[in-house]
């Protein structure tokens, strides 16, 4: 079910561009050799925040690469992002990954 959410463009800006990392992330790294995957993304308002959550079937974000410590000029970008959303990031990599973004629907 699809539903509408209205989004300041203040708010709408970084998302777009956090939004576009993860999926580049996803399209580079969670399907090699040709390998067919699915992403699907998710925008919800609840309680007063915004939770953004990405996630994708492929090989999954190995254990060892900690994604807070700048490893890649992309998740860079997405910690620089994150702070102007006063927004937090979560990993789950059970089955391929999956990045929960959270952050206030006002700023």
């Given at each position: 079910?699809?539903?509408?959410?209205?989004?300041?463009?203040?708010?709408?800006?970084?998302?777009?561009?956090?939004?576009?990392?993860?999926i580049t992330n996803s399209l580079?790294?969670?399907?090699?050799?040709?390998?067919?995957?699915?992403i699907t993304i998710e925008l919800?308002?609840?309680?007063?925040?915004?939770?953004?959550?990405?996630?994708?079937?492929?090989?999954?974000?190995?254990?060892?690469?900690?994604?807070?410590?700048?490893?890649?000029?992309?998740?860079?970008?997405?910690d620089l992002m994150l702070d102007?959303?006063?927004?937090?990031?979560?990993?789950?990599?059970?089955?391929?990954?999956?990045?929960?973004?959270?952050?206030?629907?006002?700023?």
């Open positions: 079910m699809l539903i509408e959410i209205k989004m300041d463009i203040q708010l709408a800006i970084p998302c777009g561009l956090i939004l576009n990392e993860l580079q790294h969670a399907f090699p050799v040709a390998r067919e995957g699915k919800n308002n609840k309680n007063g925040d915004f939770i953004l959550i990405v996630r994708d079937n492929g090989i999954g974000i190995p254990d060892n690469v900690d994604i807070s410590s700048h490893v890649t000029l992309g998740f860079y970008l997405i102007q959303l006063h927004g937090k990031m979560e990993l789950n990599s059970d089955h391929g990954s999956e990045i929960t973004i959270k952050f206030p629907s006002k700023k």
